[in-house]
T-cell receptor
Framework: GENVEQHPSTLSVQEGDSAVIKCTYS??????FPWYKQELGKRPQLIID?????GEKKDQRIAVTLNKTAKHFSLHITETQPEDSAVYFC????????????FGKGTHLIIQP | EAGVAQSPRYKIIEKRQSVAFWCNPI?????LYWYQQILGQGPKLLIQ????????DSQLPKDRFSAERLKGVDSTLKIQPAKLEDSAVYLC????????????FGEGSRLTVL
């Protein structure tokens, strides 16, 4: 089955700086890569996603890049703000019959004032 | 539109006791998932339903966990008997045909086994 590795496990950045979280996946058939943000005690919330037919997608301060050849994708957050502090999960989806998302272990992003 | 509903939000039980969690997905969503999220880890898929049929239960500990979705709408996840390592948040999610792969999560049911 699919395996998703995520790094780093903890990331601390100064407010206003950029943050980058990286993930790799194992199954070349995976074709959908969402990113979820989870605040303490809350549900995971989808913040951005990318499908395998594009290499980059941007939504205001958040962007995701995908390298299908290398099987890795990254989340970029620019001009970080205190409300960006949370745990971020990457995931990969293969589709087909059994198509549950496979998640990475998460990155705890800390925005230092 | 209403989101994914789950209950109870919190449950504390002794080991070897039983517990059941309920989920009502977004209206019209045919696919329903149960995930287990242990503290400090990413969600792990336990079981996936398509309408009322099981699509994938390969990671469900079937000696103690069971799940059903009898009418293809709401679902129940049961643990009997519970072990200490079952302490986790149990997340229900659903997805529809409009956006393949996009999951909508409920708030989760936090289980503590003492």
């Amino acid at each position: 089955g699919e395996n998703v590795e995520q790094h780093p496990s903890t990331l601390s950045v100064q407010e206003g700086d950029s943050a980058v979280i990286k993930c790799t996946y194992s199954d070349s058939a995976s074709n959908y890569f969402p990113w979820y943000k989870q605040e303490l005690g809350k549900r995971p919330q989808l913040i951005i996603d990318i499908r395998s037919n594009v290499g980059e997608k941007k939504d205001q301060r958040i962007a995701v890049t995908l390298n299908k050849t290398a099987k890795h994708f990254s989340l970029h957050i620019t001009e970080t703000q205190p409300e960006d502090s949370a745990v971020y999960f990457c995931a990969a989806w293969t589709g087909g019959g059994a198509d549950g998302l496979t998640f990475g272990k998460g990155t705890h992003l800390i925005i230092q004032p | 539109e209403a989101g994914v509903a789950q209950s109870p939000r919190y449950k504390i039980i002794e080991k070897r006791q039983s517990v059941a969690f309920w989920c009502n997905p977004i209206s019209g969503h045919a696919t329903l998932y149960w995930y287990q999220q242990i503290l400090g880890q990413g969600p792990k898929l336990l079981i996936q339903f398509q309408n009322n049929g099981v699509v994938d239960d390969s990671q469900l500990p079937k000696d103690r966990f069971s799940a059903e979705r009898l009418k293809g709408v709401d679902s129940t996840l049961k643990i009997q008997p519970a072990k200490l390592e079952d302490s986790a948040v149990y997340l229900c999610a659903s997805s529809g045909a409009r956006s393949a792969g996009e999951l909508f999560f409920g708030e989760g049911s936090r289980l503590t086994v003492l």
